[in-house]
């Protein structure tokens, strides 16, 4: 085996290695959000950490969340004006292609 096909080897492994580590830092606060959505309180603050609850309480944390505060609203209002913005941004960008600008008149024609 050549030498250059071993350094390049060892460079394409550490490569994939970073970025399987960027991609655990990454989502790892998205596991722990939605493992201790499924959680009671009391296992939340208890000492020992396991990412499964022993005791499901997903039912009555999502129901919870939904009576104390209007998230179906908020999940409608994001959909309907997250849509728009994008629409508008699109045909803003789409109008800046197609703008005429004033012709330069040269020193000849002056």
């Keep these: 085996m050549r030498r250059g096909s071993v350094s390049g080897a060892l460079l394409a492994a550490l490569g ?53 505060q209007p998230l179906a609203r908020y999940i409608g209002n994001i959909e309907r004006n997250g849509g728009h913005l994008v629409r508008d941004q699109g045909s803003q960008q789409h109008q800046r292609k197609h703008v005429s600008r004033p012709r330069q008149r040269s020193l000849a024609s002056a």
């Design 16 to 68: 994939h290695v970073l970025l399987t580590a960027g991609a655990v830092v990454m989502v790892a606060p998205f596991v722990l959000m939605v493992s201790l959505s499924l959680k009671p309180p009391a296992e939340i603050f208890a000492g020992e950490w396991r990412l499964l609850p022993e005791t499901w309480y997903a039912g009555e944390n999502y129901s919870a969340a939904f009576m104390r």
